[in-house]
C-alpha cells in the first residue's frame, strides 16, 4: 500500500489516498434495503472501471423475512482487483450494515480493523431486541477493534431528498444509494454508470429519477464535507488478457451458451423447466430469446419439464431441462428413459443445499454422486461440471455438443454461487466454437435404429416427418440393431454394456485434464465446479509462499479424462476440496485407488482461499 | 403427395400384438389403424405416444413414429413432440391408470393449454398389466386384489375431469361399436386442441363385463345415447324414448308418443354450459342411458400454435436474433 497525493480542496486536513491491488466489500441489509441492486450496481461501476471481480450475492430464501431479523439479512461481496481475481473474497475491507440484524450477522466474518459503515438510525432498541441484541453494540465496545463510521444514513437521505414528492415510505427505500454514494467515494468509482441505470430503470418516473440520484450524489456529498473517512482507496484497472470483455452471472451465461449451441447446431432449443431456487433464472434469460426461435415450455412440474423436454428432442430439437436438486430427483426416470433410447437431452441441475428443501439459497456441491449414479439400474450418463459464472457459456456448450453428437442425455453441474456470482467474461470469437454437426438419418433403406456407429457406437437420429425412416422408441429392452421389444439374456447384457461402453468413449472426444504447475510431486490440488476460484487463489498464495504446489480442475466428471489416473498417480498426496461431504474424493479413491485427501465444507457457503491454503500448508508439512 | 393412399395394413407393423385374446384392445387398434387411413395421414408425419400399461403397448403395433414413454408422463413427452414440430399429427394412447391416476395432473394441464394432440384412453376400469387392482375410474366398493374388502376411493368420471378441466373436446365411445369409434376417432382428428377421448374397453382377463350393458348389443341401444350436435337426445331401440328437464339440471327419461314429442327433448350442444355437459357426463345406467359421442367441441387458442405466433411476432419486432449481438452487448469494454 502506497501514498500516492491527496484529495484536498478546501479542507485543512487532506485525505489521503492508498493504492490497493485488491479490495473485498459487502453490503448488508434487510432483505427489504435492495442489498442486491447495491451490489450489482457498484459491479457493473467496478467492472466499468475496469478491475476484475467476482460477486457472491447471498440472501435469505424467504421474499420478505420479518423485517430487521437475522434471518432476513441479505447480503453482496465483492471482490475487485488490479489482478486477477478468482473468487469474491474471504474477509470483506469493508461492511455496509444497513441495520443492527445486519451488523450481527456479518461481524464475525470481518479482520480487525477493517471499515464498517453503519445506519445508526436502525440501531434503536427495537432494532436491537429484533437482531438479538441486548446491548447496542455500537456502545459496548464490541465493535473497538474495527474503524466504525456511525452515519445517520435514513435521516440523512430524507434530508437530501427534501422536496422531493414521494411519501416518506419511497424517500426511505433510496438510502441504500445513500451508501453506495459513500463507497464510490471511498474506492474513487465514478457516478455515470449508476446515473444512467437510474435514467433507464425509472424512464417514465422523474420523482423516481430525481430522488435516487439525489440520494447517491448525497452519499458523495456527505464524505467529501465531513472528510469521514480519512482515507480513500485506489484500486488501478487489472491488467487482464486482452480482448472484450462484459460483466455475466452464470445464468446469463448458461443462456447464452444454449442460445449459442442452438445457432450453431442448427436446431431449435427447446426448455422445458418448472420454476425452483436457484434454477429459474435460466427460464427467464431463455425466454427472452425467441427471436432466436428459442421455446421455453414452462410445465405443470418437473416431470413434465424434462418429459417435454425429451419429447421435443424426438422431434429434433435441442431439448434441455433445468432445476435444482429436488427436481433433479424428480427427473430420474424420464433421464432413465433419455439413456435407454438414446437420444439427446441437456440436464441443468443448479445445486443448492440440501438434504430436501434444505437451504434454497445457498449453495453446494451435493448432487455429484446422484448425477454420476443417482438412477436405478445401470444408467450411465455424461457428467460436466461448470467452474465459474463465465465458463457457464462454454460448458453450455459443450453439454450441449456431447449430448446431441452421441446422442445420450449430459447432466450439467452449476451451483447457486455460480449460477448467482458475476466476474467478467472474455468474450468469445463466435467463429472459432467448436461446430456441432448433427447429421440426421434420412434414408430409408441404410436405417435401423440401432445400427450404430462403429467408432462412437451412436445410434442414428431420424426425425418424425422422415419418409421411410417410421420406427418406435420405448423404455423397453430392445434388440441391438432393429431396436425390438427384447427380452433375451444375451441381448440385454450386450444392450448395457453397450450404453456403457457409448458414454465411456466420449472420453475420446473431449480434452486431456490439464495440470498447472509441477507435473508431479508433492501435492495436487484437485477440484471440481465452483471450488476452482478458491482453489486458484490458493495454490497461487502458497506458490508464492515458496511451496511447489499444483493445481488441476476437473470440467469433465463422467466420463473422466482419460489422463486423469496418470495425473493422481504422478502426486504424492492430492487434496480434493468439495462442498459436500467427499463424493469426488470417494468416486476417485472406488476408480483409481489412490488415497485422497479430502477437505470438505457444508454450510451453504463456498471455500474462502484461506480455508484451502491452510490445508495445503498442513498437508505439505506432514507426512 | 402424389403418393397412393395407405390401406389400414401400411398402418400395422411386423411386431407380434401381445394383448390377452379377447382384449378390447384389439378392436381399437383395428379401428383405429382403419381410420388412419380413411383420414390419408402419412405415417411418416404421424407420431403415436404412450405411457405404461396394456394400452400402452398401442405404438409397437402402429407402422408411424412411436414412442412408448414412462408411465403415466405420455402427455408431457407428447406436447414436447407438438410443440418442436407442429406439423405431426400426434396421438397419444394412455389407460385409465395411465391418464387418471399417475398421469393425471399433466392430463388437466394439458387441456388446460388446448395442445393440438390426440388423447385416447382405453378405459377399462382395471389395472391389467400389473394384474387386477382397483384403478382410478374403478366402481367405489370394488373387490380387487388390492381391496379385498372393498375400495374406499370414489372413481373419476373422466368426462366430466376433462370438463372441468374445460377440455375443449370431449367425447365418449365404446372399443367394440367400431363405427362410433372410428367416427369419433375421426371427430378428434379434426378437431384443433386437445381432442379426449374416452374408450370404454373391456378387460376380459381382470374386470370381464364392467360395460356389460353399453357393449352387449341387444342391452346397448337402450343404455347408451349417441349424441349429435343439434339434434335431440333421443334413444332405445325404436328410439323412442328421451331426456328432457324436469328442473334445472334435472333430467329424466320420458317416452315418446305419450303426448310427448322431440320438440320437448333436450337438444344437444357442442357448446352448451359447461354445466348443461357436467349434467351429461354424469348420466349413466340404471336411471339413464350413457351419452356417447361428442359430448364438447369449442374453439380456443392453442399453445402449440401460441408459441409459435409468438417467436414470429417477437421476431417481426426485434429482426432475428444474432449471437454476435447478444454476446457482445451491455457494459462491454476492451483490454488491449
Request: charge should be negative.
Amino acid at each position: 500500500m502506497s501514498v500516492e497525493g491527496t484529495v484536498s480542496k478546501k479542507r485543512e486536513r487532506p485525505v489521503k489516498i492508498e493504492r490497493r491491488e485488491r479490495a473485498v466489500i459487502r453490503f448488508a441489509g434487510d432483505s427489504g434495503d435492495g442489498m442486491q441492486l447495491t451490489g450489482s450496481q457498484f459491479t457493473a461501476t467496478t467492472a466499468a472501471v475496469g478491475n476484475d471481480l467476482a460477486t457472491l450475492p447471498d440472501f435469505p430464501a424467504e421474499i420478505r423475512a420479518p423485517a430487521g431479523t437475522l434471518a432476513g439479512v441479505s447480503g453482496f461481496q465483492i471482490q475487485f482487483a488490479s489482478e486477477q481475481v478468482f473468487t469474491p473474497g474471504d474477509a470483506p475491507d469493508a461492511l455496509v450494515a444497513m441495520n443492527a440484524a445486519a451488523l450481527k450477522a456479518n461481524i464475525a466474518d470481518l479482520a480487525p480493523n477493517s471499515i464498517i459503515v453503519v445506519n445508526v438510525d436502525s440501531f434503536k432498541d427495537i432494532d436491537l431486541r429484533k437482531a438479538g441484541y441486548e446491548k447496542n453494540p455500537l456502545e459496548d465496545g464490541s465493535v473497538d477493534s474495527f474503524r466504525v463510521f456511525k452515519v445517520e444514513l435514513t435521516r440523512l437521505t430524507r434530508a437530501a431528498l427534501k422536496g422531493v414528492d414521494l411519501p416518506t415510505r419511497s424517500i426511505d427505500r433510496c438510502k441504500n444509494f445513500f451508501a453506495l454514494g459513500m463507497m464510490y467515494y471511498l474506492y474513487r468509482r465514478p457516478l455515470d454508470v449508476t446515473f444512467n441505470w437510474i435514467e433507464e430503470k425509472f424512464k417514465n418516473k422523474p420523482e423516481l429519477i430525481e430522488a435516487n440520484q439525489r440520494a447517491l450524489k448525497a452519499g458523495v456529498a456527505f464524505c467529501e464535507a465531513t472528510e469521514v473517512f480519512e482515507h480513500v482507496y485506489e484500486v488501478p484497472a487489472a491488467k487482464l488478457e486482452p480482448g472484450t470483455y462484459r460483466n455475466i452471472s452464470g445464468s446469463q451465461a448458461l443462456a447464452l451458451g444454449f442460445v449459442a449451441a442452438s445457432q450453431k447446431s442448427g436446431l431449435r432449443l427447446f426448455q422445458g423447466s418448472y420454476p425452483i431456487t436457484p434454477a429459474s433464472e435460466l427460464l427467464h434469460e431463455l425466454s427472452l430469446y425467441k427471436n432466436f426461435g428459442v421455446v421455453t415450455f414452462q410445465a405443470e412440474d418437473e416431470i413434465a419439464a424434462i418429459g417435454a423436454a425429451l419429447g421435443a428432442s424426438f422431434a429434433g430439437a435441442l431439448g434441455i431441462t433445468s432445476s435444482s436438486g429436488p427436481g433433479i430427483a424428480l427427473k430420474g426416470e424420464f433421464i432413465s428413459l433419455a439413456t435407454m433410447v438414446e437420444l439427446p437431452l441437456v440436464v441443468v441441475d443448479v445445486q443448492r443445499a440440501g438434504p430436501s428443501t434444505g437451504m434454497p439459497t445457498k449453495t453446494e456441491q451435493g448432487d455429484l454422486l446422484m448425477a454420476v449414479h443417482g438412477r436405478f439400474s445401470e444408467t450411465p450418463c455424461i457428467v460436466l461440471a461448470i467452474s465459474s459464472p463465465a465458463d457457464s457459456f462454454d460448458m453450455a456448450y459443450e453439454a450441449s455438443r456431447l449430448s446431441l453428437t452421441h446422442m445420450t442425455p449430459v447432466i450439467l453441474l452449476s451451483d447457486g454461487f455460480i449460477a448467482n456470482g458475476t466476474e467478467p467474461w472474455k468474450l468469445p470469437d463466435i467463429g472459432a466454437l467448436n461446430p456441432i454437426e448433427v447429421p440426421f438419418h434420412t434414408d430409408p433403406e441404410t436405417f435401423e435404429p440401432f445400427r450404430r456407429n462403429l467408432e462412437t457406437l451412436v445410434r442414428p437420429w431420424a426425425l418424425p416427418g422422415t419418409r421411410g425412416c417410421e420406427h418406435r422408441l420405448g423404455g423397453l429392452e430392445k434388440e441391438d440393431g432393429s431396436g425390438n421389444v427384447s427380452y433375451d439374456a444375451e441381448n440385454h447384457e450386450k444392450m448395457v454394456r453397450l450404453r456403457a461402453e457409448k458414454v465411456e468413449r466420449v472420453a475420446d472426444h473431449i480434452p486431456a485434464l490439464e495440470v498447472d504447475g509441477p507435473t508431479s510431486g508433492r501435492l495436487l490440488v484437485l477440484g471440481w465446479g465452483s471450488t476452482y476460484g478458491a482453489i486458484t487463489s490458493a495454490v497461487r498464495r502458497s506458490r508464492a509462499a515458496g511451496h511447489a504446489v499444483a493445481q488441476a480442475h476437473l470440467r469433465y466428471l463422467n466420463p473422466f479424462p482419460r489422463n486423469l489416473g496418470d495425473v493422481l498417480a504422478r502426486f504424492e498426496r492430492v487434496l480434493v476440496p468439495e462442498i459436500n461431504m467427499g463424493q469426488l474424493a470417494l468416486l476417485l479413491q472406488g476408480r483409481f485407488l489412490k488415497k485422497i485427501d479430502s477437505q470438505t465444507k457444508v454450510r451453504g457457503l463456498p471455500f474462502s482461499a484461506n480455508e484451502i491454503l491452510v490445508r495445503i500448508v498442513e498437508l505439505l508439512e506432514t507426512n | 403427395m402424389a403418393e397412393a393412399t395407405l390401406t389400414k395394413k401400411d398402418f400395422q407393423t411386423d411386431q407380434e400384438v401381445r394383448w390377452c385374446p379377447g382384449c378390447g384392445d384389439y378392436a381399437i387398434l383395428s379401428s383405429a389403424q382403419q381410420t388412419f387411413a380413411d383420414l390419408g395421414l402419412e405415417r411418416h408425419n404421424m407420431v403415436i405416444v404412450s405411457g405404461i400399461g396394456c394400452a400402452s403397448r398401442f405404438p409397437y403395433y402402429v407402422n408411424t413414429y412411436g414412442f412408448h414413454t414412462i408411465h403415466g408422463r405420455a402427455v408431457p413427452v407428447a406436447s414436447g413432440i407438438k410443440i418442436a414440430n407442429p406439423e405431426l399429427s400426434v396421438w397419444i394412447v394412455a389407460g385409465d391408470g395411465d391418464a387418471f391416476s399417475i398421469g393425471g395432473n399433466h392430463v388437466i394441464h394439458l387441456m388446460r393449454r388446448n395442445i393440438d394432440v390426440n388423447l385416447l384412453v382405453f378405459d377399462n376400469r382395471i389395472y391389467g398389466l400389473t394384474k387386477g387392482q382397483y384403478s382410478p375410474t374403478s366402481e367405489f366398493g370394488k373387490i380387487t386384489k388390492s381391496t379385498p374388502y372393498g375400495s374406499l376411493d370414489r372413481p373419476f368420471n373422466p368426462a366430466s375431469v376433462a370438463l372441468g378441466a374445460e377440455a375443449t373436446f370431449v367425447a365418449r365411445t365404446i372399443d367394440i361399436h367400431a363405427t362410433h369409434l372410428k367416427q369419433t376417432l375421426r371427430d378428434a382428428h379434426g378437431h384443433t386442441g386437445t381432442s379426449f377421448v374416452q374408450i370404454f374397453q373391456n378387460c376380459n382377463i381382470f374386470n370381464d363385463g364392467a360395460f356389460e350393458r353399453i357393449r352387449e348389443k341387444k342391452l346397448r341401444d337402450d343404455n347408451i345415447i349417441e349424441l349429435k350436435h343439434g339434434e335431440p337426445l333421443i334413444f332405445g331401440k325404436d328410439r323412442d324414448r328421451g331426456i328432457r328437464w324436469a328442473g334445472q339440471s334435472q333430467p329424466e327419461v320420458v317416452q315418446l308418443g305419450t303426448g310427448i314429442s322431440e320438440k320437448d327433448l333436450v337438444v344437444h350442444d357442442e357448446q352448451g354450459s359447461l354445466g348443461y355437459l357436467m349434467t351429461l357426463s354424469e348420466m349413466k345406467p340404471p336411471d339413464f342411458p350413457l351419452p356417447i359421442g361428442v359430448l364438447r367441441r369449442i374453439e380456443a387458442p392453442t399453445v402449440d400454435a401460441g408459441i409459435h405466433r409468438q417467436i414470429k411476432e417477437v421476431t417481426a419486432r426485434k429482426g432475428a436474433g444474432e449471437l454476435e449481438k447478444i454476446i457482445y452487448s451491455g457494459n462491454i469494454w476492451t483490454v488491449d
